[in-house]
C-alpha cells in the first residue's frame, strides 16, 4: 500500500474509528456483551475471508459450518473459562468434520483448512475474551494488546518505508524487511516500557501488576508473534492468488488483513499473564 496521499489518510481515519469504538466498548462495564458481539462479528468476517482464500486454492472446506463453528468459540471465551471454551472448540471441530463427512467431501486438504479456521480465527481471538475477563486488569490487558501490535504494526510499516534494505521474507511478502522488523520490536518494547512507568509513576492500577522485565518481555513477545502471525497471513494470501483477504476496512483491506497480529498476539499475552 502507498504511505502517501489518500491512501494514508483513508488508513489513519478508519483506524481511528475502529479504535475509538473498540476501546468504548473495552473500558465500559455494561458494553462488556457489546465487545463480545463486535469482535465475533469481525471474527465471523474474517472467517469468510479465510474460507474464501482456501477455496480459491482447491481445498474445498466446509465454510458455512466452520464459521459458525469458529464464531461460536469466539463468543464463548468472553463468558466461558477456558477449559470450558476448549469444549466448543472440540465441539466445533468435530461438527465441522461430521459435515465433510455428509457432503461426501473426504479429502485431508478439506479437513485441515476447515479445522484450521476454526481453531486460527475462532479459538486465538477467544484469547481476547480470556484477557478482558481476568479480575482488575482485564480492559487494561486488552488495551496492551492493542497497543503491542498497533504500534508494531505502524513503527515496521514507517522504517521499513524510511531506512528498508534487507528483505524479510521476500517470497511470502515483498515490501518487508529486516529493517522495519527491528523498528516494530522497538516500538512494542518501548511501548510496554512505558505503560510500566504509568502503571508505577502515576498510578493507573487499571494496567498489569507485572515487573519491568515482565513488561519487557510481554512487549518482546508481543511484537514476535505478532509478525509471525503477518507473514503467515501473508502465506495464505499469495497461496489463493490475492492481494488483501477483503475488503471491510477502507484502507487496510479485509479483517484478516488487520488482525492478524492480533490473533497471534493475544494467547501469547494470556498466558504470559497466567503463567
Not at 147 to 168: E, I, P
Not at 222 to 234: F, K, M, N, P, R
Not at 242 to 265: E, Y
Request: hydrophobic share 55%; proline share 4%.
Amino acid at each position: 500500500m502507498s504511505a502517501s496521499g489518500g491512501g494514508l489518510t483513508t488508513r489513519f481515519l478508519t483506524a481511528v474509528v475502529i479504535l475509538a469504538v473498540l476501546f468504548t466498548l473495552i473500558w465500559v462495564p455494561a458494553l462488556s456483551v457489546g465487545l463480545a458481539l463486535f469482535i465475533t462479528l469481525l471474527v465471523a468476517i474474517a472467517l469468510r475471508e479465510y474460507y474464501a482464500m482456501a477455496h480459491a486454492t482447491e481445498m474445498k472446506p466446509a465454510s458455512d459450518a466452520g464459521v459458525l463453528a469458529g464464531s461460536c468459540v469466539t463468543f464463548s471465551g468472553f463468558f466461558l473459562g477456558p477449559e470450558n471454551t476448549s469444549a466448543v472448540l472440540y465441539a466445533g471441530c468435530i461438527f465441522v468434520m461430521a459435515v465433510l463427512v455428509l457432503r461426501a467431501r473426504l479429502s485431508a486438504p478439506a479437513f485441515a483448512a476447515s479445522v484450521f479456521g476454526v481453531v486460527y480465527v475462532g479459538w486465538f481471538p477467544a484469547h481476547i475474551g480470556f484477557l478482558h475477563r481476568v479480575p482488575d486488569f482485564g480492559p487494561g490487558l486488552v488495551t496492551v494488546l492493542i497497543a503491542s501490535v498497533a504500534l508494531t504494526d505502524t513503527a515496521a510499516f514507517f522504517v521499513g518505508k524510511a531506512l528498508g534494505r534487507h528483505k524479510l521474507a521476500q517470497r511470502v511478502s515483498p515490501n518487508k524487511t529486516w529493517e522495519g522488523a527491528i523498528g516494530g520490536f522497538s516500538a512494542s518494547v518501548l511501548a510496554l516500557a512505558l505503560f510500566y512507568v504509568l502503571r508505577e509513576r502515576l498510578g493507573w492500577s487499571a494496567l498489569p501488576d507485572w515487573s519491568l522485565g515482565r513488561y519487557l518481555l510481554a512487549g518482546a513477545a508481543l511484537s514476535l508473534v505478532a509478525q509471525i502471525g503477518d507473514l503467515t497471513e501473508s502465506s495464505i494470501k499469495r497461496s489463493a492468488g490475492v492481494k488483501d483477504s477483503g475488503q471491510a476496512f477502507p484502507g487496510h483491506g479485509g479483517v484478516l488483513d488487520r488482525c492478524d497480529g492480533i490473533l497471534f498476539a493475544a494467547p501469547v499475552l494470556y498466558y504470559i499473564h497466567t503463567y
